[in-house]
Nanobody, 126 residues
Framework: QVQLVESGGGLVQAGGSLRLSCAAS????????MGWFRQAPGKEREFVAA????????YYADSVKGRFTISRDNAKNTVYLQMNSLKPEDTAVYYC???????????????????WGQGTQVTVSS
């Protein structure tokens, strides 16, 4: 059974930074693309960033491009989301997701992901 556990959320002032982590277990982590999504109150879950299985290809939503960086450490079975220059509109619950098919490129669509973490709250105050 695949398990994803996010950490690193919290309260930060606008302009600040946070680093989210997602620890994976239950299968060979390095074979699968990973992604980050977020969901604000009253809104649908939306794509934030994705990384392919090897870590050499990434993709970002326009709203976070240039501010957020996704990375992975396959030796530690962990994917990260470095968030800089945070804005109040970045406030949301952030979810880590894992692809169900091995060796794929970056995966953007929510329905393509088979496994999800429980989420971690990020609150950006103005």
């Amino acid at each position: 059974q695949v398990q994803l556990v996010e950490s690193g959320g919290g309260l930060v002032q606008a302009g600040g930074s946070l680093r989210l982590s997602c620890a994976a277990s239950g299968r060979t982590f390095s074979r699968y693309a990973m992604g980050w999504f977020r969901q604000a109150p009253g809104k649908e879950r939306e794509f934030v960033a994705a990384i392919n299985w090897s870590g050499d290809s990434t993709y970002y939503a326009d709203s976070v491009k240039g501010r957020f960086t996704i990375s992975r450490d396959n030796a530690k079975n962990t994917v990260y989301l470095q968030m800089n220059s945070l804005k109040p509109e970045d406030t949301a619950v952030y979810y880590c997701a894992a692809d169900g098919i091995a060796w794929r490129h970056t995966v953007v669509a929510l329905h393509e992901y088979d496994y999800w973490g429980q989420g971690t709250q990020v609150t950006v105050s103005s």
